[in-house]
């Protein structure tokens, strides 16, 4: 079963926009990722969010967590073309550091 | 470094064949997961691997799916017979430890299943 569900299942900005998606989880969290899927690079890793953190920040990535809702939201800011691709959360809940996975946005960014 | 190596990139197949997918971790990882992802979803775990040891293989059909990884490297997922419904990519990840949460990707398998 899903974990995470994704919000919007698609966005579609004009290129330097921000773009945020969101994730709501069922369980509690160990931790909670972001990956980025297209199909030049495949799946790769852009940050991890711990349970006791609220917010993080990776270059242009912002990730904050709200534990109470079960949800996190990704920004991404000042938008390129090279973002387009489809974002999962994947939340990691147990011992055996297992990942499950929502169904991902896909964002396109428009020149 | 290198990645996480997957062969084949794509296969076409008809239901009732069998077919193979291989997956080399990245040098040195000890965790490896193999994950069916179906067009529009995320990805679904089906086995982990901890060195040659199952973690977990809770999610894999074990009527049709079966997967090793003998020597604790390189392993091999293996669907015999297909079915249509198992036309998805099939990724491998490898993490270096159990848990180091971090999981690297290869680039997938895509199957078609005719």
């Known amino acids: 079963s899903q974990q995470g569900e994704e919000d919007p299942q698609a966005l579609s900005i004009q290129e330097g926009e921000n773009a945020t998606m969101n994730c709501s989880y069922k369980t509690s969290i160990n931790n909670l990722q972001w990956y980025r899927q297209n199909s030049g690079r495949g799946l790769v890793h852009l940050i991890l969010?711990?349970?006791n953190e609220r917010e993080k920040h990776s270059g242009r990535l912002r990730v904050t967590l709200d534990t109470s809702k079960k949800s996190s939201s990704l920004l991404i800011t000042a938008s390129r073309a090279a973002d387009t691709a489809s974002y999962f959360c994947?939340?990691?809940?147990?011992?055996?550091?297992?990942?499950?996975w929502g169904a991902g946005t896909k964002l396109i960014i428009k020149p | 470094e290198a990645g996480v190596a997957q062969s084949p990139r794509y296969k076409i197949i008809e239901k009732r064949q069998s077919v193979a997918f291989w997956c080399n971790p990245i040098?040195?990882?000890?965790?490896l997961y193999w994950y069916q992802q179906i067009l529009g979803q995320g990805p679904k775990l089906l086995i982990q691997f901890q060195n040659n040891g199952v973690v977990d293989d809770s999610q894999l059909p074990k009527d049709r799916f079966s997967a090793e990884r003998l020597k604790g490297v390189d392993s091999t997922l293996k669907i015999q017979p297909a079915k249509l419904e198992d036309s998805a990519v099939y990724l491998c990840?490898?993490?270096?430890?159990?848990?180091?949460?971090?999981?690297?990707f290869g680039p997938g398998t895509r199957l078609l299943v005719l």
């Open positions: 969010i711990r349970s």
């Open positions: 040098s040195g990882h000890a965790t």
């Open positions: 990840a490898s993490s270096l430890r159990f848990g180091q949460e971090t999981q690297y």
């Open positions: 994947a939340t990691d809940h147990d011992s055996n550091y297992q990942l499950i």
